[in-house]
Every structure is written in C-alpha cells, then in structure tokens.
C-alpha cells in the first residue's frame, strides 16, 4: 500500500468513530471522556 492510501484510510477510520462517538453521546446523554478514548484506542 501507498503511503497516501495508508494516510486516507486512517482519517476515514478516525472520522468514522469520532461520528459513532458523537451518536453515543446524544444516545446516552453523556459525555464522558473515558468514552471517547476507548473510541479513539480501539483502531
């Protein structure tokens, strides 16, 4: 793989659980920070 397609698929993966995270937050009425991380640790 290229460096750019590396470089793409790890914004969209980034984008992707920042999105999920935001949707979990308005679902739970919470926003917990320890939340976000696990999201953001977990690719």
């Known amino acids: ?3 750019s397609e590396i ?3 790890s914004i969209i ?3 992707f659980f ?3 995270n935001i ?3 308005k679902v ?3 926003t917990t920070k320890k939340n976000a991380r696990c999201y953001f640790l977990s690719f």
Do not use: N, T, V, Y
């Open 18 to 20: 920042s999105w999920c």
């Open 13 to 15: 993966k980034h984008l």
């Open 7 to 9: 470089l793409l698929i």
């Open 28 to 30: 739970s009425g919470k």
């Open 23 to 25: 949707i979990f937050i």
């Open 1 to 3: 793989m290229e460096q």
